[in-house]
């Protein structure tokens, strides 16, 4: 069975810090690792995924993510946030050799105070 | 190209009556996913489809839930009748084999209160 875990429901960070959202995951095989973003009365938009090679991941409007396969983590990160950052993040796995559903974490609501 | 298209964006019931949510995928998608989301459960997958046959109705809660694609292009997630639980917004998702493993492409969502 795969599973994800997303540790904090809430991240609040000032403008212009820099921004993690953290992810766990757990899988049988080999992961692949998404990060989706959704905003207010919109559906989930795609920002980043890790399949294999570079564990550094870079994606959509700055984000970046870190596939740790000792730490089994995928955290998300921007080196500085801006307040229409502010969403609701979601982490997602799905085993390498497994189905195709995406078993997603439960979000972290991200807020950037200016 | 046009997104997946999901309709009605909202529906308010009462508690009893039949709610048909509605779905066209993006052209050329083989997969099509339909997700719950709620506050207390998150998204929650419901069942998915593969060339319009159902692979995993696994996630949907009970009987009252069904869901169709009876082509390519389109499919429905029925409940009967319907229960002021089943308030949430129902999301679809589709995506194509063989291309970059597993993004999913998410419609707008329809949101539904059921009184």
């Known amino acids: 069975a795969q599973s994800v875990a997303q540790p904090e429901d809430q991240v609040n960070v000032a403008e212009g810090n820099p921004l993690t959202v953290k992810c766990t995951y757990s899988v049988s095989g080999n992961p692949y690792l998404f990060w989706y973003v959704q905003y207010p009365n919109r559906g989930l938009q795609f920002l980043l995924k890790?399949?294999?090679?570079?564990?550094l991941v870079k994606g959509s409007y700055g984000f970046e993510a870190e596939f740790n396969k000792s730490q089994t983590s995928f955290h998300l990160k921007k080196p500085s946030a801006l307040v229409s950052d502010s969403a609701l993040y979601f982490c997602a796995v799905r085993e390498e050799a497994g189905s195709y559903q995406l078993t997603f974490g439960k979000g972290t609501k991200l807020s950037v105070i200016p | 190209d046009a997104g997946v298209i999901q309709s009605p964006r909202h529906e308010v019931t009462e508690m009893g009556q039949e709610v048909t949510l509605r779905c066209k995928p993006i052209?050329?998608?083989?997969?099509l996913f339909w997700y719950r989301q709620t506050m207390m459960r998150g998204l929650e997958l419901l069942i998915y489809f593969n060339n319009n046959v159902p692979i995993d109705d696994s996630g949907m809660p009970e009987d009252r839930f069904s869901a169709k694609m009876p082509n390519a292009s389109f499919s429905t997630l029925k409940i009967q009748p319907s229960e002021p639980r089943d308030s949430a917004v129902y999301f679809c998702?589709?995506?194509?084999?063989?291309?970059?493993?597993?993004?999913?492409?998410f419609g707008e969502g329809s949101r539904l209160t059921v009184l």
């Open positions: 052209s050329g998608h083989d997969y």
């Open positions: 890790y399949i294999t090679g570079d564990n």
């Open positions: 998702a589709s995506r194509r084999t063989g291309v970059n493993t597993g993004e999913l492409f």
